[in-house]
């Protein structure tokens, strides 16, 4: 079992909609979780951080379930401009994050 | 320079070839990374260096070497370099070092080893 799990998708979606995906890790002792945005195999950069309690920016909340090993991201009203794979990010070690496949994500016209 | 920087942007290399990329950063940032990322696999960490003069393995350690003279460069080196060293390269850095960090990246490095 990978680490860190996220469907590859794509997810296809019309502009406007809400869509939400989910990716699971592996080590109960994981206490930092983020959210990373990669255009077309550019850099990733920082999308959020996952709390315990939940957080939102903008249009995006992300959210952690710690007993079911889970965090979760949710786009509201999507963009075209949300098209992108994101990374689901957890650490293991003080300085080693684990890193997730990424979740393509499409938004059409 | 604002952020950090990599060079080559990309590379082909015949195997068994020495290869240095280089990664350099002007935000004074303690901690940097390298990492790197392959179709259907997550990024996988090299090296790390939390600090000016110390280094650390990552995950994909083997046939990789760096060194941190200064804050600012963190180079990575393939001492001979074999196709499975294939891949995108990308160089991060974060202030602290902590797992807490928001780790910002370079534009990455696309090798190829023939």
């Known amino acids: 079992r990978k680490e860190v799990e996220q469907d590859p998708g794509p997810f296809n979606v019309p502009e406007g909609a809400t869509v939400a995906f989910n990716c699971t890790y592996s080590?109960?002792?994981?206490?930092?979780f983020f959210w990373y945005r990669q255009d077309c195999r550019k850099e990733p950069k920082l999308l959020m951080s996952v709390y315990s309690s939940g957080n939102e920016d903008g249009r995006f909340t992300a959210q952690l379930n710690r007993a079911s090993q889970y965090i979760s991201l949710l786009i509201r009203d999507s963009k075209l401009s949300d098209s992108a794979t994101y990374l689901c990010v957890v650490n293991k070690t003080y300085y080693q994050l684990i890193w997730g496949a990424g979740t393509k994500l499409i938004i059409k016209p | 320079i604002a952020g950090i920087t990599q060079a080559p942007t990309s590379q082909i290399l015949a195997a068994g070839r020495r290869m240095t990329l280089r990664c350099t950063q002007d935000m004074r940032h303690n901690a940097m990374y390298w990492y790197r990322q392959d179709l259907g696999l997550g990024l996988r960490l090299i090296h790390y260096s939390n600090t000016a003069g110390t280094t650390g393995k990552g995950e994909v350690p083997d046939g990789y070497s760096v060194s941190r003279a200064n804050t600012d460069d963190f180079p990575l080196t393939l001492a001979s370099a074999v196709p499975s060293q294939t891949s995108v390269y990308f160089c991060?850095?974060?202030?602290?070092?902590?797992?807490?960090?928001?780790?910002?990246f370079g534009p990455g490095t696309r090798l190829t080893v023939l």
């Open positions: 991060a850095s974060s202030g602290g070092g902590g797992d807490t960090d928001t780790q910002y």
């Open positions: 080590n109960s002792a994981s206490q930092s």
